[in-house]
């Protein structure tokens, strides 16, 4: 079965710092992977996903097959940055196995 | 246009219970999935719609949860003989598996169900 892992539940740096948000996956053949966000009181939505290799909000994360992780990454945190991030990735039927999420707070 | 739409946005109800949850997909969108994500935990998969039938329901619990989407369009997830370990938000979500950038899929505000 695919296993997303996210080892840490929360990351708290302050406004300018970098971030980085860990993701690891289960080897799955041909993955296809996703980081969803969760801003306050608003629904889950896409942040990006690999297969489109773009920067989304200054966020990026490259698929290292090799270590098979899909880090989140962004060289100056910003305030509107705190929120839940999820990563996922999608098997057969285009099911998405989720993370257990983490809370990035981003302080002034 | 309208995003996916859930009814009702909190349903509160006694153990043994039989509720029913509704979703209305973005319009156009073939593929429909529900998720439940309990309290510190991220989303899991359900059930997964093509159309009107069910493409992939390994993710339901046991045979108290069923759902349909008759017309494949609107689909309702029901859950029988509630019991307290159901209590979670239960998300629905859709995508159009047709176009490019396919895949991306859009959730809708969530069920939070309370079995008390």
């Known amino acids: 079965a695919q296993r997303v892992t996210q080892p840490e539940k929360l990351l708290s740096v302050f406004k300018g710092a970098p971030v980085e948000l860990k993701c690891n996956y289960s080897y799955s053949g041909s993955p296809e992977l996703f980081w969803y966000v969760q801003y306050s009181r608003q629904r889950l939505q896409l942040l990006l996903r690999?297969?489109s290799r773009e920067s989304i909000k200054g966020f990026t994360a490259d698929l290292n097959k090799g270590e098979t992780s899909f880090h989140l990454k962004k060289p100056f945190a910003q305030e509107e940055d705190s929120a839940m991030y999820y990563c996922g990735d999608t098997g057969a039927n285009s099911k998405l196995t989720f993370g257990k999420g983490i809370t990035l707070s981003v302080r002034p | 246009g309208a995003g996916v739409s859930q009814t009702p946005s909190n349903k509160v109800t006694e153990k043994g219970k039989y509720v029913e949850l509704r979703c209305d997909p973005i319009?156009?969108?073939?593929?429909l999935y529900w998720y439940r994500q309990s309290l510190g935990q991220g989303p899991e998969f359900l059930i997964y719609f093509q159309g009107t039938g069910a493409a992939d329901d390994s993710g339901l619990p046991n045979d108290r949860f069923f759902a349909v989407r008759p017309e494949g369009s609107v689909s309702t997830l029901k859950i029988q003989r509630t019991e307290r370990g159901d209590s979670a938000v239960y998300l629905c979500?859709?995508?159009?598996?047709?176009?490019?950038?396919?895949?991306?899929?859009?959730f809708g505000p969530g069920t939070r169900l309370t079995v008390l």
């Open positions: 979500a859709s995508s159009s598996l047709w176009r490019e950038g396919a895949n991306e899929q859009f």
């Open positions: 690999h297969i």
């Open positions: 319009s156009g969108h073939t593929a």
